[in-house]
């Protein structure tokens, strides 16, 4: 599985960005898709995930009411829309795949086994 992000830039605090991730080979329906992201000095952290078999839908705490993760199943690709971004927003974002099975150590120290080479976003205060 190969993934592709797009869709990174510079906004200001308050607004908006829509992250894409292209899959390309099979996503089984037994699969998980989301999000990690990297700040500068931190270690990469969970952000959201999405199940492809039934849409369930998992968020750290700190972008729930803000960030809405959903997938396109006939395009292979999950976005990741972000709304009333913040500074603490910036980072690295990597699109992530896996068994949906491993999404609840993603909160913690899991690690998916698929990664894009991650998008960056900047949000300025």
């Known amino acids: 599985v190969q993934l592709v992000e797009s869709g990174g830039g510079s906004v200001q605090a308050g607004g908006s960005l829509r992250l894409s991730c292209a899959a390309s080979?099979?996503?089984?329906?037994?699969?998980?898709m989301g999000w990690f992201r990297q700040a500068p000095g931190k270690e990469r952290e969970f952000v959201a995930a999405?199940?492809?078999?039934?849409?369930?839908?998992y968020y750290v705490d700190s972008v729930k009411g803000r960030f809405t993760i959903s997938r396109d199943n006939a395009k292979n690709t999950v976005y990741l829309q972000m709304n009333s971004l913040k500074p603490e927003d910036t980072a690295v974002y990597y699109c992530?795949?896996?068994?949906?099975?491993?999404?609840?150590?993603?909160?913690?120290?899991?690690?998916?086994?698929?990664w894009g080479k991650g998008t960056l976003v900047t949000v300025s205060s």
């Open positions: 999405i199940r492809w078999s039934d849409g369930n839908i």
């Open positions: 080979g099979r996503i089984y329906s037994s699969y998980a």
């Open positions: 992530v795949a896996d068994q949906a099975y491993t999404v609840s150590s993603w909160f913690s120290s899991g690690r998916p086994t698929y």
